[in-house]
């Protein structure tokens, strides 16, 4: 062996002796405890309000739509909400609690409208609207027979209209050109008259297919054109027409179907409920022999105020509003409440909610009404307006506006419009506590009869406890 690899060896071999020697006098590790496994959390119960809307929601009939739920316990926190409780969709007519809501809270309960008859300096009479949507063919008769108990014989100009207290268009941007002309979606004026709503009448054919007559439209302004292509449908199909007319416009168009049999009315907008007014109440003026020259001559003094008629307050307006779902009464609380605060009506009714501690997120606020489809709003948001308004300074008569239903455990607004079901509210359950709801559902079949499965759902959250 060489000399060099003999003493890589030698040294090799007291390197190893000294490391075992070295070892043995280290001391040993003291024994140690066996760790413990690291605790599991146990998964939160799942809520027995997420297993009746599982269960419900997964019925065929829904299975295309969206569908969301939140409840809302007595201090605002929520207590369930489904996967899409946050995703803001369109609530239809339900989107009328935040009008109503915040014209109690912004108007007060003593709030009235107020429409009067004024003979100005410029020598003409004047109709001034407040936007009331209440007034009606009645209310202009008796302001004709006050302005002659107060003197009233003789004016040197004419009668106008003066509807200049809503600057908005009557008629809303996003609302659908189908329902503009028909009742449901009249347009909002500062002077309106009979809800703005008219009948039409039609005598139609004497087999299906056959040219219905048109007989008879009222009220419309002296001068209205008619377009009739209304035809006769199967008997008792109903009201399949559809009626077009643009605001302040002289011509109606109307398309579609009456039943088999006698004479059909349905309902239409009026195109220029000022108008109508100031015709109606010039009539009316002129047969308790008031005399109008038609040539206005400057008087001295100031304007003179010769009757005024006020609305009821402004909760049986709403009592009725909700009841019916009123969507001209909606849009004239929204404008009056934009007008009330100086700025537009959808940034007067926002700021209202979020003073009231109400955070939106992903709010599309088009309209009072809820008629614009373009309406969006999370149904947590939603809920949480609802239950703003019930600890508002008129929560008690709020509460009391919205319909009963399910034997009174529920007071709630609903909203619908093809394929959209809205319903938000309060529900009392079966141990007594009450909880805040809003149910949306988007997508749905039209032809769906929703409101019984709304019912089964609201039944079984009553029954449900934690």
Not at 235 to 248: E, F, H
Not at 453 to 466: D, H, K, N, P, Y
Request: glycine share 10%; proline share 8%.
């Amino acid at each position: 062996m060489k000399p060099i690899f003999k003493t890589l060896l030698f040294l090799s071999g007291w390197a190893v002796a000294g490391w075992i020697f070295w070892n043995m006098k280290a001391p040993l590790p003291a024994p140690t405890e066996p760790t413990a496994a690291p605790e599991v959390a146990s998964p939160p119960a799942a809520s027995p309000y997420q297993a009746v809307f599982e269960k419900w929601s997964a019925k065929p009939e829904l299975a295309a739509a969206l569908t969301a739920l939140v409840l809302l316990d007595e201090n605002g926190q929520p207590v369930f909400s489904s996967a899409l409780g946050e995703t803001a969709l369109c609530p239809a007519s339900a989107l009328k609690i935040l009008t109503t809501g915040a014209a109690l809270g912004m108007l007060g309960v003593e709030f009235q409208f107020e429409t009067q008859l004024v003979h100005r300096p410029d020598g003409n009479l004047a109709l001034v609207g407040s936007g009331d949507p209440t007034l009606t063919l009645a209310d202009l008769e008796t302001l004709a027979a006050e302005a002659v108990q107060a003197g009233l014989k003789e004016v040197a100009g004419d009668l106008v209209a003066d509807a200049s207290v809503f600057t908005a268009p009557p008629v809303n941007d996003h609302w659908n050109w189908g329902d503009i002309g028909n009742a449901y979606g009249a347009g909002a004026f500062g002077l309106n008259l009979e809800h703005n709503r008219m009948s039409v009448r039609f005598l139609p054919g004497q087999k299906l297919g056959d040219p219905a007559k048109f007989l008879e439209g009222s009220p419309v302004p002296v001068g209205t054109k008619w377009i009739n292509d209304v035809t006769t449908g199967p008997a008792d199909s109903g009201d399949g027409v559809s009626i077009y007319s643009t605001p302040n416009g002289r011509v109606i168009a109307m398309r579609g179907t009456v039943p088999l049999g006698p004479s059909f009315a349905v309902g239409g907008a009026i195109p220029d409920p000022p108008a109508v007014a100031v015709e109606t109440l010039r009539a009316a003026l002129k047969k308790a022999g008031v005399t109008f020259s038609g040539k206005p001559v400057p008087r001295k003094g100031e304007a003179v105020v010769l009757a005024t008629h006020r609305s009821a307050p402004l909760p049986e307006i709403i009592d009725h509003l909700h009841r019916v779902s009123d969507n001209l009464e909606a849009q004239c609380l929204f404008l009056t409440l934009g007008r009330r605060a100086g700025k537009d009506a959808a940034s007067a009714v926002r700021d209202h909610w979020e003073k009231s501690g109400v955070a939106f997120d992903g709010l599309r606020l088009i309209d009072g009404s809820g008629l614009a489809r373009a309406n969006m709003i999370r149904p947590l948001d939603l809920a949480r307006v609802n239950l703003a308004a019930r600890h508002g300074p008129h929560g008690p008569r709020y509460f009391q506006s919205l319909n009963p239903s399910l034997g009174g455990t529920v007071r709630a607004k609903l909203g619908s419009m093809s394929g959209v079901k809205t319903d938000v509210g309060f529900l009392r359950l079966n141990n007594g506590k009450e909880l805040t709801f809003a149910l949306m559902a988007n997508g749905l079949d039209p032809a769906l009869s929703f409101w019984p499965l709304r019912g089964e759902l609201l039944e079984a959250l009553r029954s449900a406890t934690e």
